[in-house]
């Protein structure tokens, strides 16, 4: 599986962005199969959980920090997963990161993903 995340840039707090995530998948199975996942790591932290969905995108989870603001929501016919971002604040400065888990419930632990993408950098200014 390949992950190809793309949305990141310089936005001034208070605004929005659209993170998409594209898989390309060659290991037998589908998309839908998979669980995905989003975490980020700021300059000088370690990588944190942002947020998950389902297979089916019925079922979501999300970081504390980014409850309310952020939502994340996938299209199985196009191989892709979003993170829309509202009301973004500079502590949310980081590269975004999606990730692929063929486990069978949601996880916010980077142990549990078997495929990750490059990641794409999200600047918040003040």
């Known amino acids: 599986v390949q992950l190809q995340a793309s949305g990141g840039g310089l936005v001034q707090a208070g605004g929005s962005l659209r993170l998409s995530c594209t898989a390309t998948?060659?290991?037998?199975?589908?998309?839908?199969?998979?669980?995905m996942g989003w975490f980020r790591q700021a300059p000088g932290k370690d990588r944190e959980f942002v947020g998950v969905i389902s297979w089916s995108g019925e079922a979501t989870h999300y970081a504390d920090p980014v409850k309310g603001r952020f939502t994340t929501s996938r299209d199985n016919n196009k191989n892709t997963v979003y993170l829309q971002m509202n009301r973004l604040e500079p502590e949310d400065t980081a590269v975004y990161y999606c990730a692929a888990d063929h486990g069978y419930q949601t996880s916010s632990l980077e142990q549990d993903y078997d495929y990750w993408g490059q990641g794409t950098l999200v600047t918040v200014s003040s």
């Open positions: 998948v060659s290991d037998g199975r589908t998309f839908s199969d998979y669980i």
